[in-house]
């Protein structure tokens, strides 16, 4: 029988030390959270729930800083979130903030300017999907620009109970259960025939229009009787928002061949390190073209994301950050925000690394393809600065390239090979 108590063990973890930068007390508006903060180094940004993990622990350590920074964060979803941006406008919103030790807060962000936006998806998916960028987008007003970095790599990850006999699954099946509904005649795609079981993301989240695009080349296409909000059950499944790992699990403990979900790196990587043991795993995928499913990593728990770094697992894309950049595109127009994008996206600052490393994300250093748009054509990229060995030591505690001391390239028996972050990379 199931082991149900797990699914609250999270809940009865020791609190978190207090902050070192300590933001007032039950304070309802945001702009009196941390009063000794000066207003240039409070910063609001809005987009899609995949990121919060990540922004969260980059925010906790930009409070941290001798001369602090606080990030102010509201993800009501991808699309929605960047149109917030593009309006310069957070307005009546709840928003989350992270004190030094981590502790999140919830403030009423009254009326604010949104300073950047992150999102998985890119500009143009959101215009596809209905999004009406302003006018004078992207030159604004001959003050600033709209502006671009891309990010860590995010994934998305077609999951099953823990206890499923599943491997793999592919496009093609995703076609028929999202398309006409789990068990439909003459469609059926086995085990996963119960529609009730099938958990599924909103449309308008970066999962649901990554998927959709991936599926259907179409990030509009709404899967097969949508079950709409609020859990509400349709045909095809449970509409969940950030329990889907909760939901597969439920559903499992029924039929544990029957759950079907999907969910980011960052969600997935949670499960795995749960102290009750994971509830769900990752199937390998099958797109269309390829013969052969592939994990993100070369097997399914070994953790390296080769098979996404190297671009034979199709569900991965760059993270976009959007921030207003001076007339000429040279730099951030606002120097807070250039200094959380350049510690988000950067690798030169080894304690954000390792923080956007351990909530899931692949930094842009480690890749060694890159990819047109959403899900398109993938192309080989040689970063400036590789960090594919550091990565893997840091995600798998293994090392498979020559250990160095920084600045002694000698150490490295590979011709040509650097010596960076304490690794031999190729180059």
Known sequence: ??????????????????STIAPAAFAADCDAVFPSVPA???????????????????????????????????????????QAYLENSITSAAVKYWSSSGTQGVCNAIAHAADFAHMGNDHELCVENGLVPPANWPEADGSF???????????????????????????EALYYILGFGAGAPGRSVAP???????????????AGQFLAQ?????????????????G???????????????????????????PLGYVSGSELLADARSPAGRKTKVLAYQHQHQTAGYWPDLTESSREKLNVRTGKYHFWAPGHVFAHV????????????????????????????????????IPLCAMQVSREGLDGPISSFAPVDPCGCYFESRVTGTVRCDSCRDAHDEDCSEPGAVCRRGYCESY
């Open 1 to 18: 029988m199931r082991e149900w108590s797990r699914r609250s063990a999270a809940a009865g973890l020791a609190g978190v030390a207090l």
């Open 40 to 82: 240039d180094h409070q910063i609001y940004g809005a987009g899609g729930g995949a990121e919060t993990q990540t922004i969260a622990a980059v925010a906790a350590h930009l409070a941290g800083l001798p001369d602090p920074i606080i990030v102010f964060w509201h993800d009501p979803g991808a699309c929605a979130g960047y």
């Open 145 to 171: 620009r709209y502006g671009s970095a891309l990010a860590p790599v995010q994934t998305l990850n077609i999951i099953v109970d823990k206890d499923s006999s599943q491997e793999s699954i592919s496009a």
């Open 192 to 206: 996963w025939t119960n529609p009730a079981h099938i958990v599924t993301r909103d449309p308008t989240s970066f």
């Open 214 to 230: 991936s599926i259907f080349h179409d990030g509009t296409q709404a899967i097969y009787d949508d079950p709409g909000r609020n």
């Open 232 to 258: 509400d059950n349709g045909r095809l499944g449970f509409r969940a928002e950030s329990d889907v790992i909760f939901r597969v699990d439920a559903f499992g403990a029924v039929n544990a061949e029957s």
């Open 326 to 361: 001076v007339p000429n595109g040279s730099a951030f127009s606002n120097d807070s925000v250039a200094t959380f994008i350049d510690a988000f996206v950067g690798s030169d600052d080894l304690d954000v690394l390792d923080l956007v490393v351990d909530h899931g994300e």
